[in-house]
């Protein structure tokens, strides 16, 4: 649900905040986010078998602000 979405974005923006900093940075700009869906069915003797996942992607900048 869009609850566990939000918590996958949480956690990325955290790595990304943490990433940021080691550069210098005190801050990110999201450029944009993305949703990738990748099926995959398989059939055999057996039947068919399907599986889906779903990967989420982040890309932002990071960024230097000085203070006022």
């Known amino acids: 649900g869009s609850s566990a979405a939000s918590d996958v974005y949480k956690r990325q923006i955290e790595r ?11 801050g990110i700009l999201i450029v944009n986010t993305d949703n990738k869906t990748y099926q995959s069915i ?14 989420k992607f982040i890309k932002a900048i990071a960024i230097h602000v000085p203070e006022i």
């Open 16 to 26: 990304l905040k943490i990433e940021a900093a080691s550069l210098g940075a005190n």
């Open 42 to 55: 398989n059939s055999n003797e057996n039947g068919v078998q399907s599986s889906t996942y779903e990967e």
